[in-house]
T-cell receptor, first 114, second 112 residues
Framework: DAGVIQSPRHEVTEMGQEVTLRCKPISGHDYLFWYRQTMMRGLELLIY????????DSGMPEDRFSAKMPNASFSTLKIQPSEPRDSAVYFC????????????FGDGTRLSIL | GEDVEQSLFLSVREGDSSVINCTYT??????LYWYKQEPGAGLQLLTY?????DMKQDQRLTVLLNKKDKHLSLRIADTQTGDSAIYFC????????????FGAGTRLTVKP
């Protein structure tokens, strides 16, 4: 079975540019999560969706960050404008609705803002 | 984060057992997880335990949970070089597993 698929795997761009990260969850999973991983702060939950609806976006750091889930098989995390402190690895995860189902992670997007 | 703590480094010899420890603060934790992260990859779920269990074994992996002390451990028997990775402990406080809190990760180095 295909796991959570993220693209691109690596992104290097200059500050001020718009960055769009993409995620395809595992088919049949109703929840989708976006995380950010840095050395200083570890793994932080940014936002999660249930059935394509954003449920909790309290972890989104600033208005420069936005996330959408237009359908059950696709989500985007956008940063506009990007800043060097946004450099991190961004992970997408998904899970099924049943209570004991764990989250499954993609391989992440390594983002470097110069 | 601050609610889940792990030591940052562990080094063992190939063939020895590894024990990675984790403490958490909230007694209402429902599920506790161990994830493995290899370089350049995402977090791979290794195993998880429900809070009403004391132990779970899966091949070379043994998870022990001491609810009284809020202590979770992962034992890897016969550690191999391929086990070298960062191991994350995580817990949730709700039945829906959406509010996972991760430790900072323990970097396991296995020496030949």
């Amino acid at each position: 079975d295909a796991g959570v698929i993220q693209s691109p795997r690596h992104e290097v761009t200059e500050m001020g540019q718009e960055v769009t990260l993409r995620c395809k969850p595992i088919s049949g999973h109703d929840y989708l999560f976006w995380y950010r991983q840095t050395m200083m702060r570890g793994l932080e939950l940014l936002i999660y969706f249930n059935n394509n609806v954003p449920i909790d976006d309290s972890g989104m750091p600033e208005d420069r960050f936005s996330a959408k889930m237009p359908n059950a098989s696709f989500s985007t995390l956008k940063i506009q404008p990007s800043e060097p402190r946004d450099s991190a690895v961004y992970f997408c995860a998904s899970r099924k609705t049943e209570s004991n189902q764990p989250q499954h992670f993609g391989d992440g997007t390594r983002l470097s803002i110069l | 984060g601050e609610d889940v703590e792990q030591s940052l480094f562990l080094s063992v010899r190939e063939g020895d057992s590894s024990v990675i420890n984790c403490t958490y603060t909230d007694s209402s934790s429902t599920y506790l997880y161990w994830y493995k992260q290899e370089p350049g990859a995402g977090l791979q779920l290794l195993t998880y335990i429900f809070s009403n269990m004391d132990m779970k074994q899966d091949q070379r992996l043994t998870v022990l949970l001491n609810k009284k002390d809020k202590h979770l451990s992962l034992r890897i028997a016969d550690t191999q070089t391929g086990d070298s990775a960062i191991y994350f402990c995580a817990e949730t406080r709700s039945m829906n597993n959406n509010d996972m809190r991760f430790g900072a990760g323990t970097r396991l180095t296995v020496k030949p």
